[in-house]
């Protein structure tokens, strides 16, 4: 969950992501669309799903893997998030780097490349910390402390050299330049897209709901149809705008209240059904709409 997402917002997700699946058997077992519901908010959808594919994976292997290779093997688990499952639960000598390892290498080393291009050589001269008889003794402390030192002491602005346990030993300190560190590529502009949503409610609360292609922009999530479903009094209930991580979102929202909607279609309940926030965001739209005419 921490992937591409914030701690504050993780949080209450993580809390209710526990309580109904206390453990790994528990998430195995339920159904992907289950899973995605309560996953709805986070972004980054194909987390949740390789998330379960994972869990039924380890279900029936009877535990997770005690190697690098075998964590490497699972779906949606990386070099990050395996050398970190595997220094702090199965201690061994591996470093997962992090923004915060990312950043503490770069200014001991000095390594002026900017990021991205320079991520694999910052990560590779990271491994030289691994020489240290602390990060032999004990690797998930060690990460554990490294994660801690780029958050709280050799922070992205400002860091705070002068209380720094490894200022001595620091080149990029030597030189002047650790608030430089790491540099960073100018960013290429964002692009922007347009599109539709079709709100479709009926009398009862109900809106009429397709299912997103399981790969790809919000895979596998329910969604407002792009294109009228049926023919209706459509009418303009306005225009939400929504970020994604590489590009900008318009969306022109339009809405249609029906009696009842066709006969076997998909829907749910309109104020609580679990959407992508995009999604949310399109169908609030449209409900304020009726609010605003009435």
């Not at 199965?90 to 991205?116: C, H, K, S, Y």
């Not at 539709?196 to 009429?208: E, I, Q, R, T």
């Amino acid at each position: 969950m921490l992937q591409q997402t914030v701690v504050a917002t993780v949080i209450p997700y993580y809390a209710k992501f526990l309580a109904v699946y206390p453990k790994i058997n528990d998430l195995a077992a339920a159904p992907l669309d289950e899973v995605l519901g309560l996953w709805a908010g986070l972004g980054y959808y194909a987390r949740a799903r390789n998330l379960h594919a994972c869990a039924k994976l380890v279900a029936a292997l009877g535990g997770f893997p005690d190697t690098i290779e075998g964590l490497r093997a699972l779906p949606g688990i990386g070099p990050y998030t395996a050398n970190a499952i595997g220094a702090i639960a199965f201690n061994l000598p591996v470093l997962p780097v992090d923004g915060n390892i990312e950043r503490v290498a770069a200014r001991i080393f000095a390594i002026t490349a900017p990021i991205p291009a320079a991520k694999l050589k910052i990560a590779s001269t990271a491994v030289r910390f691994m020489q240290d008889k602390a990060a032999i003794a004990a690797p998930g402390d060690f990460a554990q402390a490294l994660f801690d030192l780029g958050a709280t002491i050799c922070t992205p602005r400002n860091p705070a050299c002068a209380a720094c346990p490894w200022r001595g030993c620091c080149q990029a300190h030597d030189l002047g330049i650790a608030a430089t560190l790491p540099a960073r590529a100018k960013k290429a502009q964002r692009p922007h897209r347009t599109g539709s949503a079709y709100v479709l409610l009926d009398k009862s609360g109900n809106v009429f709901l397709t299912r997103r292609p399981p790969s790809g922009l919000l895979g596998g999530m329910l969604a407002l149809p792009d294109v009228a479903p049926i023919e209706a009094k459509w009418r303009d209930a306005g225009e939400i705008q929504h970020m994604f991580t590489h590009f900008s979102l318009s969306l022109q929202v339009r809405l249609a209240v029906v009696t009842t909607l066709p006969p076997g279609v998909l829907a749910a309940p309109a104020k609580t059904v679990p959407l992508p926030s995009v999604m949310r965001k399109a169908l609030d739209a449209g409900l304020n709409s009726i609010d605003d005419c009435a």
